[in-house]
């Protein structure tokens, strides 16, 4: 990994990587949802909340399968092949180890001298 992350050229996959990360992240809220909607279903005890809720569990199942899908179509998620979604999972593992290890925060942050300031 190239630490000049500041140049813009050095930011070369980065869409990607960030893409695959963000829809991970809402196939999981997905799953959530249908795991609370399970939930809230097994506890509701009128029919026109069952009712509701039975609507809202489906519709959070179909938005799980269309994220999923999406992800699986775009190479993001390999459900059927384990072997290479563990070699993905290693490789975003080493990706984020290498990304957290970046300066930045640099120990001098003095901006003096850098902006046009009246003088006294």
Same mark, same amino acid.
């Given at each position: 990994?190239?630490?000049?992350?500041?140049?813009?050229?050095?930011?070369?996959?980065?869409?990607?990587?960030?893409?695959?990360?963000?829809?991970?992240?809402?196939?999981?809220?997905?799953?959530?949802?249908?795991?609370?909607?399970?939930?809230?279903? $097994?506890?509701? $005890? $009128?029919?026109?909340?069952?009712?509701?809720?039975?609507?809202?569990?489906?519709?959070?199942?179909?938005?799980?399968?269309?994220?999923?899908?999406?992800?699986?179509?775009?190479?993001?998620?390999?459900?059927?092949?384990?072997?290479?979604?563990?070699?993905?999972?290693?490789?975003?593992? $080493?990706?984020?180890?290498?990304?957290?290890?970046?300066?930045?925060?640099?120990?001098?942050?003095?901006?003096?001298?850098?902006?046009?300031?009246?003088?006294?």
């Amino acid at each position: 990994m190239i630490n000049d992350y500041l140049e813009i050229r050095n930011a070369e996959g980065m869409p990607k990587l960030v893409d695959a990360n963000m829809s991970l992240g809402f196939l999981l809220n997905a799953k959530s949802g249908v795991r609370n909607c399970a939930i809230a279903l $097994t506890e509701a $005890t $009128t029919p026109e909340v069952r009712t509701v809720l039975k609507n809202q569990l489906n519709d959070a199942i179909l938005m799980h399968e269309e994220i999923s899908n999406l992800m699986v179509e775009k190479g993001w998620f390999h459900p059927t092949n384990l072997e290479k979604q563990f070699q993905m999972d290693i490789e975003s593992s $080493t990706t984020i180890s290498q990304i957290a290890s970046l300066d930045l925060f640099p120990g001098d942050t003095s901006r003096s001298g850098m902006f046009a300031t009246l003088e006294k």
